[in-house]
């Protein structure tokens, strides 16, 4: 699996800067969904299980990003079968990395000259036997500068050389996974808890590549927020000391004004370090009585919604949902 992205224009311009898990904290969480997707569900608990450091990693270590490209391989057992099943997730930040691809027949939809380059590639390749199967995810751009409308994906089977299946997919996985998560919140069952499992993995994987990392490289270890020019979110007035304090933080863009309230300084503390670089950040006025949405963030609290209807429709990153 390949998930690459040139983020060095973002980087330089000082937008989503992930300095703590580098590489692993952009697209390692969806190659990891994917991969939950394909593997045997026996082969993926024993990934999830498995002691980070006992795979083959090539991490490329960054002064600034801590690891700006990683590689990690590992044999997984095989249900039922003999042998292992060889997993391969790559993923950089320096630019975009083109897997094996075949061009398309030069017909619809297929296209020349939809946009420039993609600085971005995403591909999820699986060996069996004598095929290789590609799912190619938007955006695509295979070999002679044919490209696919967007929210278009491409899977390809090659057989012994020769593409023997080639299909065009369209699916709005911002739309998707909107309706998804709606029909999971509002169904009459209690949404199931928090898949926190491949998260941990991540951070035990970022914790063996900080031990192996040059003695030359400083790192930056997670936790809240370094600099002292970063305002610090106040404790609501007239709470106790103790687990129950609530941390309170304003998000400030234009008049519009979104209030965070949560039990542990680290939710507004991210919050300052995220958007703060976008909008103004900063603890709310003692004195000022609080306007606009208020987001209540209780570590632990993860009670049902309500049930009631959806009727609001919005249009997010010029896709329709809702």
Do not use: C
Not at 83 to 91: H, I, K, N, Q, Y
Not at 165 to 194: G, K, W, Y
Not at 195 to 218: C, M
């Amino acid at each position: 699996m390949l998930f690459t992205k040139d983020r060095r224009p973002d980087s330089a311009s000082g937008r989503f800067i992930d300095r703590d898990y580098g590489v692993l904290g952009y697209e390692w969480l969806h190659m990891l969904a994917v991969t939950r997707g394909i593997l045997p569900a026996p082969a993926w608990e024993h990934y999830l299980a498995l002691d980070p450091a006992t795979t083959t990693t090539e991490p490329e270590y960054d002064p600034a990003l801590f690891v700006a490209a990683l590689t990690e391989r590992v044999d997984l057992p095989r249900p039922g079968a003999p042998g292992a099943l060889r997993l391969e997730l790559t993923s950089s930040l320096l630019g975009p990395g083109q897997a094996d691809d075949d061009a398309p027949a030069p017909r619809p939809p297929w296209r020349q000259g939809l946009r420039a380059a993609d600085d971005r590639y995403r591909h999820v390749t699986v060996h069996a036997g004598r095929t290789r199967f590609t799912l190619h995810l938007e955006p695509v751009t295979p070999p002679g500068g044919w490209q696919l409308e967007r929210n278009q994906h491409r899977l390809t089977a090659v057989r012994d050389g020769a593409v023997v299946h080639d299909e065009v997919l369209a699916d709005s996985p911002l739309e998707t996974s909107v309706r998804h998560a709606a029909a999971a919140l509002f169904a009459e069952a209690a949404p199931p808890a928090p898949d926190l499992e491949p998260l941990r993995r991540i951070a035990r994987l970022a914790d063996v590549l900080r031990e192996r990392a040059p003695d030359a490289l400083t790192l930056m270890r997670p936790g809240p927020a370094r600099s002292s020019t970063r305002p610090r979110p106040r404790r609501l007035p007239g709470r106790p000391e103790g687990p129950a304090v609530m941390n309170a933080l304003s998000l400030t863009a234009g008049q519009g004004v979104v209030t965070i309230h949560s039990n542990t300084p680290g939710v507004t503390d991210w919050a300052t370090r995220y958007f703060g670089r976008y909008w103004k950040a900063s603890p709310p006025e003692e004195s000022t009585a609080v306007t606009g949405p208020v987001v209540t963030v209780v570590d632990g609290d993860h009670r049902a919604p309500v049930v009631g209807s959806h009727t609001q429709h919005a249009v997010f990153a010029r896709e329709p949902v809702g």
